[in-house]
């Protein structure tokens, strides 16, 4: 028996191009790597857009947070107190000397206005998007007191010095809510 011929494979010539099969593979694979980056490009997009809009609100309520903060950290002695709504506390400026700080709630936001004395209130929105803020102040006993001065204190010269520390929690619109402790100088232990 004789056993079939297998012919060799025809060899292409040097300057002969390429095969239509082999430009449409070509083709075919370019659009596959083409697709599958726009779609990592456009999940990136997406990504980025989703995450800018929190970045931006947690440095609005990482810079309302320091404020605060700094606001309590400089309270002059006997200054704080509470008020429907807020608080308030003196602090020295350099510029303008004493200045009345006041935080309150107004249409969804939390305003820090600032007094000089001359009688007109400079309006800052802290905080945009609160729904509620409770405050409670530290006594020198270690206990949280709804108001300060606590109910009961007389005003006189032995009057309660500021409190330890202030407190806030605020409650998000969005939901959540954030907290900040505040301690102050230069409080009674």
Not at 78 to 102: K, Y
Request: glycine fraction near 12%.
């Amino acid at each position: 028996m004789r056993q079939p011929r297998h012919r060799p494979a025809a060899r292409r010539e040097p300057q002969s191009g390429v095969t239509l099969v082999e430009l449409l593979v070509a083709l075919v694979i370019f659009a596959l790597i083409g697709a599958a980056g726009f779609t990592l490009l456009d999940q990136v997009a997406r990504v980025d857009r989703l995450t800018a809009g929190r970045v931006v609100r947690l440095e609005q309520m990482q810079r309302a947070m320091a404020v605060l903060s700094l606001d309590f950290a400089t309270a002059q002695a006997r200054s704080v107190a509470s008020a429907p709504g807020g608080v308030s506390l003196q602090r020295g400026s350099d510029a303008a000397g004493t200045v009345t700080v006041r935080y309150f709630l107004q249409g969804g936001a939390m305003v820090r206005a600032l007094d000089a004395g001359s009688g007109e209130s400079m309006d800052q929105t802290a905080l945009g998007g609160v729904g509620a803020a409770n405050w409670l102040f530290l006594d020198g006993t270690g206990i949280w007191q709804s108001q300060w001065p606590p109910e009961g204190a007389t005003v006189s010269l032995a009057a309660p010095q500021n409190p330890r520390a202030v407190a806030v929690t605020l409650v998000l619109a969005a939901g959540g809510s954030l907290r900040r402790v505040a301690v102050l100088p230069g409080t009674v232990e």
